[in-house]
């Protein structure tokens, strides 16, 4: 089992930066795909960022904005926001998975309990 806690959202205004954190226990951290998806009030949650030991992959929407990293250190992933949008507005959630890097939630197995993000214009 791997228990994960997000933490770290809050209200931002446009053009602003944010991190969020999310800390795993339980099992080798290091066999983990770790991803951050996003769920919008009216909307479906969607795919933003994952990183394994093939590096990190984001969605187009914030390509060049996000950075996922990870420390194995402290078993914890972050996702840096920087130029954030009142788009990127949303429950952000980090999952993990054993197996190959996936944009596709339903193939995450652990989830964590949601930061909310909120970006003013």
């Known amino acids: 089992q791997v228990q994960l806690v997000d933490s770290g959202g809050g209200l931002v205004q446009a053009g602003g930066s944010l991190r969020l954190s999310c800390a795993a226990s339980g099992r080798t951290f290091s066999k983990y795909v770790l991803g951050w998806f996003r769920q919008a009030p009216g909307k479906e949650r969607e795919f933003v960022a994952a990183?394994?030991?093939?590096?990190?992959y984001y969605a187009d929407s914030v390509k060049g904005r996000f950075t996922i990293t990870r420390d194995s250190s402290k078993n914890t992933v972050y996702l840096q926001m920087n130029k954030v949008e009142p788009g990127d507005t949303a429950v952000y959630y980090c999952?993990?998975?054993?197996?190959?890097?996936?944009?596709?939630?339903?193939?995450?197995?652990?989830w964590g309990q949601g930061t909310q993000v909120t970006v003013s214009s």
């Open positions: 999952a993990a998975r054993e197996g190959p890097r996936t944009t596709d939630q339903s193939r995450y197995d652990y």
């Open positions: 990183i394994s030991w093939a590096g990190p």
